[in-house]
């Protein structure tokens, strides 16, 4: 009996010994999992961490950007997009077509553009001029509601002569909305309104066109630029797939070139003289502008524009101003023009005033015609990667331009020109662009005064920034 107490203790003890090896082995099993467990944790932990650091960076540049990406919600900034999506020239854009560099606040843009010029004309009168420096603000106040600025500052401004024997410049608002966009076809805007006349009054910052000097007939026919204060409406129509309707048309203050005093601004600066009245009209009845562009395909814009009010204190004499305008591209090559007309009613509050009613002009008129080639020789990209670019490119254009501003007065000036340009230029991106070019004048109508010689050659640079 003893003997099997025994053994029944031995295998008792044997059982215990290999369920605490057991025990002991499992243990150190779950501990090295649970170890395993922790770290993997760990990792995670780390994983995760660094994810959300990620993100907020890339939620950060996301601000940084916003408005510059196609699909974002800043209107303006998404129609620029579009136009180089499409292939298409920045001339095809208008007023809002600028890039958008800097962003502050919650949803304002900051941007700009300068020039500067070299003159030099054969009458001698050669110089620098800082001719035009234009810081622009865009706002995108809500989802519907966009607000749009720019202020010119010409020559220094009002206190300094910039150089030019002793000409004086300024600093006005050169334009100034408030946009409600309701849909494509139509759209709210109310402000300093650059005016649709012509195309090239909407489109005319100084890096964005290929010369330096502005056409004549957008100096003394449709004197760009051209700002007033008004409201009206814009919209867009697609009557198909592959074309495009624009409209602009607004109520605005209109041109103020005569009182009962007498007539503002005679001679080849009459309408000139006459604008910008972005406070006040002086008569009662507001002045109607508007344009109309059609594209029929891409690369093909075709535009029709008019601006009528009266200018005269009894609302008796209208200035009438149409417009045609034309913007072609394919590939490399652009085809830019414009033509405009101008009559302006000489009865009314002068009739029997035969001193005064003398000064009106006739009818007046003028046109440019703009050929342009881009081009980029690859020798020199080979040659100077780093200065060549892709976004670097030559232009060769020549701009042919007529005016007759009826002069009714005899040496009142030159009743008709005609001017050749041949010009070259050089953007080392699209923003920037150094230009060179020659002015070939000729006059007609001079009873008394001799021809001029006022032939000009014109060097500048100007960008956006």
């Given at each position: 009996?003893?003997?099997?107490?025994?053994?029944?203790?031995?295998?008792?003890?044997?059982?215990?010994?290999?369920?605490?090896?057991?025990?002991?082995?499992?243990?150190?099993?779950?501990?090295?999992?649970?170890?395993?467990?922790?770290?993997?944790?760990?990792?995670?932990?780390?994983?995760?961490?660094?994810?959300?650091?990620?993100?907020?960076?890339?939620?950060?540049?996301?601000?940084?950007?916003?408005?510059?990406?196609?699909?974002?919600?800043?209107?303006?900034?998404?129609?620029?997009?579009?136009?180089?999506?499409?292939?298409?020239?920045?001339?095809?854009?208008?007023?809002?077509?600028?890039?958008?560099?800097?962003?502050?606040?919650?949803?304002?843009?900051?941007?700009?553009?300068?020039?500067?010029?070299?003159?030099?004309?054969?009458?001698?009168?050669?110089?620098?001029?800082?001719?035009?420096?234009?810081?622009?603000?865009?706002?995108?106040?809500?989802?519907?509601?966009?607000?749009?600025?720019?202020?010119?500052?010409?020559?220094?401004?009002?206190?300094?002569?910039?150089?030019?024997?002793?000409?004086?410049?300024?600093?006005?608002?050169?334009?100034?909305?408030i946009d409600f966009l309701i849909t494509d076809w139509i759209n709210y805007r109310a402000g300093i309104i650059l005016s649709?006349?012509?195309?090239?009054?909407?489109?005319?910052?100084?890096?964005?066109?290929?010369?330096?000097?502005?056409?004549?007939?957008?100096?003394?026919?449709?004197?760009?630029?051209?700002?007033?204060?008004?409201?009206?409406?814009?919209?867009?129509?697609?009557?198909?797939?592959?074309?495009?309707?624009?409209?602009?048309?607004?109520?605005?203050?209109?041109?103020?070139?005569?009182?009962?005093?007498?007539?503002?601004?005679?001679?080849?600066?009459?309408?000139?003289?006459?604008?910008?009245?972005?406070?006040?009209?002086?008569?009662?009845?507001?002045?109607?502008?508007?344009?109309?562009?059609?594209?029929?395909?891409?690369?093909?814009?075709?535009?029709?524009?008019?601006?009528?009010?009266?200018?005269?204190?009894?609302?008796?004499?209208?200035?009438?101003?149409?417009?045609?305008?034309?913007?072609?591209?394919?590939?490399?090559?652009?085809?830019?023009?414009?033509?405009?007309?101008?009559?302006?009613?000489?009865?009314?509050?002068?009739?029997?005033?035969?001193?005064?009613?003398?000064?009106?002009?006739?009818?007046?008129?003028?046109?440019?015609?703009?050929?342009?080639?881009?081009?980029?020789?690859?020798?020199?990209?080979?040659?100077?990667?780093?200065?060549?670019?892709?976004?670097?490119?030559?232009?060769?254009?020549?701009?042919?331009?007529?005016?007759?501003?009826?002069?009714?007065?005899?040496?009142?000036?030159?009743?008709?020109?005609?001017?050749?340009?041949?010009?070259?230029?050089?953007?080392?991106?699209?923003?920037?662009?150094?230009?060179?070019?020659?002015?070939?004048?000729?006059?007609?109508?001079?009873?008394?005064?001799?021809?001029?010689?006022?032939?000009?050659?014109?060097?500048?640079?100007?960008?956006?920034?």
């Amino acid at each position: 009996m003893k003997k099997y107490i025994i053994m029944f203790m031995c295998l008792s003890a044997l059982f215990l010994g290999t369920v605490c090896s057991n025990v002991s082995a499992a243990g150190e099993d779950l501990r090295a999992k649970v170890a395993a467990m922790e770290k993997m944790l760990m990792e995670l932990k780390g994983q995760l961490e660094q994810q959300a650091e990620t993100t907020k960076e890339l939620e950060s540049l996301r601000d940084d950007v916003k408005g510059l990406l196609p699909g974002e919600e800043f209107y303006w900034a998404k129609k620029a997009q579009e136009l180089s999506d499409k292939g298409l020239a920045p001339v095809f854009g208008r007023q809002y077509g600028k890039p958008f560099l800097r962003r502050f606040g919650r949803n304002t843009y900051l941007g700009g553009y300068m020039d500067m010029e070299l003159q030099f004309t054969e009458n001698g009168e050669n110089f620098f001029r800082q001719h035009r420096l234009i810081p622009f603000i865009y706002s995108d106040v809500s989802d519907r509601v966009k607000f749009a600025m720019e202020l010119e500052i010409e020559d220094g401004g009002p206190q300094t002569t910039g150089g030019i024997q002793g000409s004086k410049g300024e600093i006005k608002i050169e334009f100034a909305t408030i946009d409600f966009l309701i849909t494509d076809w139509i759209n709210y805007r109310a402000g300093i309104i650059l005016s649709p006349l012509g195309k090239f009054n909407l489109v005319h910052d100084s890096p964005l066109q290929d010369l330096t000097a502005r056409p004549m007939v957008n100096r003394r026919i449709i004197p760009t630029t051209l700002s007033e204060a008004g409201m009206g409406f814009f919209g867009t129509f697609y009557p198909t797939e592959m074309s495009k309707l624009d409209y602009e048309i607004y109520a605005v203050n209109g041109f103020s070139a005569a009182d009962d005093s007498g007539v503002v601004g005679a001679g080849d600066s009459f309408i000139r003289s006459a604008r910008g009245s972005q406070k006040s009209d002086n008569n009662s009845n507001p002045a109607i502008v508007g344009r109309v562009a059609f594209s029929p395909f891409l690369g093909l814009e075709l535009g029709v524009s008019v601006h009528t009010g009266y200018i005269d204190d009894h609302d008796s004499n209208r200035l009438t101003i149409k417009a045609f305008d034309w913007t072609y591209q394919k590939g490399p090559f652009e085809l830019v023009g414009e033509y405009a007309h101008a009559s302006i009613e000489r009865e009314g509050a002068f009739d029997n005033d035969t001193e005064n009613s003398a000064l009106y002009n006739g009818d007046m008129w003028g046109y440019y015609i703009e050929p342009r080639y881009h081009f980029m020789p690859q020798t020199f990209k080979d040659l100077a990667p780093t200065f060549f670019t892709d976004d670097s490119t030559f232009t060769a254009v020549v701009r042919w331009g007529e005016l007759n501003v009826n002069q009714p007065l005899p040496n009142a000036g030159d009743r008709r020109r005609t001017r050749l340009t041949p010009g070259f230029n050089f953007r080392y991106t699209e923003d920037t662009v150094f230009k060179a070019e020659y002015q070939i004048n000729w006059e007609a109508g001079r009873v008394t005064t001799p021809e001029v010689s006022n032939n000009v050659l014109l060097f500048s640079v100007a960008t956006y920034f």
